[in-house]
């Protein structure tokens, strides 16, 4: 096995989620050449892994699209490892006539995979996904060790910090946010009761939210919204970090910060770990004082 390519073109949390597979095929394949296909925007998340040896990029379009299954035809994949399934990504796979076409196996298994992998619940999406590289015979027995990894850090000068927490009370979907009156009890209570500032994020076109946080005592808000290697930066040096069920939270877990995740049920996309404190209601988000809790617990 000389050289495999992971495809993972979106969403910016999946692309995460997938970058354990890169470091456990090198660990238990370490001659093999690791290459990974994502989007534009995706390539700064996966920017400067150690354990990826290329980065391929998939522009929208058919023109992209056959780019790539050129590139794949070049490139001469020993497998191909398709983790999200989509049209597109099944397409590329197919052309690649790669030898081993590894997914998932669905009810219907696609034309365009001849490995297919049974899923199995580890409590885990990033340790489900290792169990994909048992089409290349690979068995992964310490799965529970590999987390998502970000390397792509990016200075933010302008923003000047000493012990701090961060808070993301954004996500892309409306209906997992949680009530902005509950997030300012939040950033009043780490303000009163451990004496340090909570560094507001948000990003791009979220620029309304942030103003709803302005005069709120004990908040620092950037003027503009981070790129992701900012915000890595920023999670990284935080104390600890309290977001939703999104990419922030994704992305506080992948620098190895302490993260408290607010959402309505638990939904198996972070790891049971001491670093990770789930809180959640019953099919409905949780009080603030479960949140206040969490954050005592977390802090020791």
Not at 92 to 107: C, G, N
Not at 210 to 239: C, D, F, H, M, W
Request: glycine share 8%.
């Amino acid at each position: 096995m000389k050289r495999v390519l992971i495809i993972q073109i979106r969403q910016l949390g999946d692309i995460l989620l997938s970058t354990p597979l890169c470091r456990a095929l090198r660990e238990n394949l370490s001659s093999v050449e690791v290459h990974f296909l994502t989007s534009e925007i995706g390539k700064s998340i996966v920017l400067g892994n150690p354990y990826i040896d290329e980065i391929l990029t998939l522009s929208e379009g058919i023109v992209g699209e056959v780019r790539a299954v050129l590139t794949t035809l070049r490139n001469r994949y020993d497998a191909v490892i398709d983790v999200q399934r989509t049209g597109r990504s099944r397409r590329i796979t197919l052309f690649s006539l790669s030898s081993r076409r590894i997914a998932f196996k669905k009810k219907n298994f696609e034309i365009g995979y001849n490995v297919p992998i049974e899923w199995e619940n580890r409590g885990y999406t990033a340790w489900e996904r290792i169990k994909l590289l048992e089409g290349l015979g690979v068995k992964v027995r310490n799965y529970q060790d590999y987390l998502p990894e970000f390397y792509n850090f990016k200075p933010v000068k302008s923003l000047k910090l000493d012990k701090y927490a961060v808070i993301v009370p954004t996500a892309r979907k409306r209906e997992k946010m949680w009530e902005v009156k509950n997030f300012q009890e939040i950033i009043s209570f780490i303000h009163r009761e451990l004496g340090i500032k909570t560094v507001l994020l948000y990003g791009k076109g979220e620029e309304e939210e942030k103003k709803k946080y302005k005069n709120l005592q004990g908040t620092i808000i950037p003027e503009r919204a981070l790129s992701i290697g900012e915000s890595a930066s920023v999670i990284k040096g935080a104390l600890f970090f309290i977001g939703l069920n999104s990419f922030a939270s994704h992305l506080s877990i992948s620098v190895g910060t302490k993260t408290i995740i607010i959402d309505k049920k638990h939904s198996g996309w972070f790891p049971p770990i001491p670093l990770v404190k789930e809180v959640y209601g019953d099919g409905k988000f949780p009080n603030v004082d479960s949140v206040k809790k969490a954050i005592l617990e977390l802090m020791g």
